[in-house]
Structure formats: C-alpha cells, structure tokens
C-alpha cells in the first residue's frame, strides 16, 4: 500500500467538499480528497436510467432514512449530489435559517452565510439558469414554492 501524505484530506468531492479542497489547496496545503464514487465522463453517462441511477447514486439509488419513511437520491461520484441535481444551486430560505438559529443553535449569522454564499457562487461560477432551459418540471417547482409562501429566487446553477 502506498503511504501519502498530506496537509489537508477532504472526505467526498461534492460541491461543499470541492471548495474546502480548493480553499485548502489555494492556502498552499498539500490537498487529498477522497472520493468512493466513480468518475464518470458527460459522453459517458447514457440515458439508460437503471443503470446510470445505479452508478451514479449512492446504494445504487436505494438510500433511505433510519425510520425508512424518506427516500433519498445521494450522488456517489466525482461531484457528488451536484453531479446527479444537475449543479442546481439554492440558499437556505430566510424561514428554515431562523427556525435552525432559533431551535438548534446554528451559529452562523444571516449576513456571514450571505457572504459565504457570494464566495462559493462566485468561486463554483455559480449563475441564473437562462429561461429557455427551464423544463415543465422546473415550473411546476417555481409555482409550488410560491403556494409555499416562499421567497422565489431563480434558479442558479455552476458551470
């Protein structure tokens, strides 16, 4: 077995994993990340959904909860989830924020995440989703969020 060494090791190489990676390895740290999943190339990811969902999810797409009552998609590859959601990228609603900062503690101010999310948008070449690439499905989201009561942003995603 061959021994590495290294200043810093990131578990996983989603989105949140690759900017610690990158702000690690920008800092000048000798950077591994470590990642189960398999790289797949765009031409190599076909349109038979079977076997893709069983590459490229984590439990080949057959995750659940511990009280088995949700089913979860979690991408297992290079990229992680972002891969498999298309690189869709949201902030935390202003009403899920407050409800974790008032019942769970959660540290972090609206502002400092508000500048968070500009680094990692900015860094991740985060932008809007154009218009003309928005699906049906995409509206029926918009539409429910709005039902929701919920502040509608549009949609952004890396590229």
Not at 1 to 12: A, F, H, P
Not at 99 to 128: A, C, D, M, R, T
Request: proline share 3%; net charge positive.
């Amino acid at each position: 077995m061959k021994k590495l060494e290294t200043d810093v090791c990131v578990i996983g190489s989603g989105a949140s994993a690759g900017v610690l990676a990158w702000y690690a390895a920008r800092n000048k740290n000798r950077t591994l990340i470590l990642e189960r999943g398999g790289y797949f190339r765009g031409l190599e990811m076909g349109h038979h959904e079977a076997s893709m969902v069983a590459s490229l999810y984590k439990d080949g797409g057959l995750q659940f909860n511990t009280t088995f009552d949700m089913y979860l998609l979690q991408g297992n590859c290079v990229g992680g989830s972002s891969t498999v959601s298309n690189a869709v990228c949201f902030r935390i609603p202003d009403k899920i924020l407050t409800n974790w900062q008032n019942e769970f503690g959660f540290p972090i101010s609206k502002q400092e995440l508000e500048k968070s999310y500009e680094n990692v948008e900015k860094y991740s070449h985060v932008v809007p989703i154009e218009q003309k690439n928005l699906n049906k499905s995409a509206y029926k989201f918009i539409e429910g969020s709005k039902k929701l009561g919920l502040k509608w942003q549009p949609l952004k995603k890396m590229v």
